[in-house]
């Protein structure tokens, strides 16, 4: 069993966080004033550290930016070829008649793109720590 002093930090702020989430409610809204020490802690307990492993970050696309883009470029197209150019009511209305094999099609199609963008964001992540224990 190895004994490092951040191996105790661990378990402090584990263990603080669980706290806090479990006595949240108590807390109204305010200002609150302290003073006190709060550095002595009696700990008993171990901490694990899980092993570091890569995670692929989750691209979050943004609905009504996308919906902008797609207006803008098909506004665009329509005016260079002289067709009307389409509101975002229109395309409402238009969209609750859709086949669903058109918009199965275009979710697989977005999925695709989506994953294409999302594989190169692979990012190195620290293991999981956890602390089974108390702090008095």
């Keep these: 069993m190895q004994r490092k002093p951040i191996a105790k930090l661990v378990?402090?702020?584990?263990?603080?966080?669980?706290?806090i989430k479990r006595r949240r409610?108590?807390?109204?809204?305010?200002?609150?004033?302290f003073?006190?020490?709060?550095?002595?802690?009696?700990?008993?307990?171990?901490?694990?550290v899980g092993e570091n492993y890569d995670q692929q970050i989750v691209g979050k696309a943004k609905p009504w930016n996308i919906v902008a883009v797609?207006?803008?470029e098909l506004n665009a197209l329509r005016v260079s070829t002289g067709f009307i150019?389409?509101?975002l009511a229109t395309i409402a209305?238009?969209?609750?008649?859709?086949?669903?094999?058109?918009?199965?099609?275009?979710?697989?199609?977005?999925d695709?793109?989506?994953?294409?963008?999302?594989?190169?964001t692979q990012t190195?992540?620290?293991?999981?720590?956890?602390?089974?224990?108390?702090?008095v």
Excluded: S
Aim: net charge negative.
């Design 35 to 48: 003073d006190g020490q709060t550095t002595r802690f009696t700990l008993n307990g171990t901490v694990k």
């Design 11 to 19: 378990a402090v702020h584990k263990q603080i966080g669980k706290e």
């Design 93 to 110: 209305v238009i969209a609750e008649e859709v086949a669903p094999e058109l918009w199965e099609k275009a979710q697989a199609d977005a």
């Design 124 to 135: 190195p992540c620290f293991g999981k720590t956890t602390f089974k224990g108390k702090v």
């Design 70 to 72: 797609l207006m803008a």
């Design 112 to 120: 695709t793109a989506i994953a294409a963008i999302k594989a190169p």
């Design 85 to 87: 150019v389409v509101d």
């Design 25 to 33: 409610a108590e807390l109204q809204p305010g200002v609150y004033d």
